[in-house]
């Protein structure tokens, strides 16, 4: 029902910016929630950053506000992921996920999502 494709992962130096994105395909865009998962080495995956392509909320794990943004652009069905003065613990796969959304909340719980892509690689080195 829905399919992701992350892309603009690579290699980068600590201080640096990248643009992750996420074209999402689905019938009615709109009624989900996108959010990005990080799976670094040996750690589990994180919930990063979500956002509700309905009406634009967002929410972010506490240790990328003021980092990282999420955002959409709904006629383009891509929803972005910026990441600013990376570091390299945030060297990671980034997975874009989906769910339906449901109620008024933003969920940031692994399982919480129905929807994933493959992910895409992020490297920061020192």
């Known amino acids: 029902q829905v399919q992701l494709a992350e892309s603009g992962g690579g290699l980068v130096q600590a201080g640096d910016s990248r643009r992750l994105s996420c074209t999402v395909s689905a019938r009615t865009t709109n009624e989900y929630t996108i959010a990005w998962f990080q799976k670094a080495p040996v750690k589990e995956r994180e919930f990063v950053a979500a956002v509700r392509l309905d009406d634009g909320r967002t929410r972010y794990a506490e240790s990328v506000k003021g980092r990282f943004t999420i955002s959409s652009d709904n006629a383009k069905n891509t ?5 600013n003065n990376l570091k390299p613990e945030d060297t990671a796969v980034y997975y874009c996920v989906a ?3 449901d109620n008024q909340y933003i969920y940031a719980g692994l399982y919480d999502y129905d929807y994933w892509g493959q992910g895409t690689q992020v490297t920061v080195s020192s």
Do not use: A, K, M
């Open 79 to 83: 929803v972005y992921l910026q990441l």
């Open 99 to 101: 769910r339906h959304s």
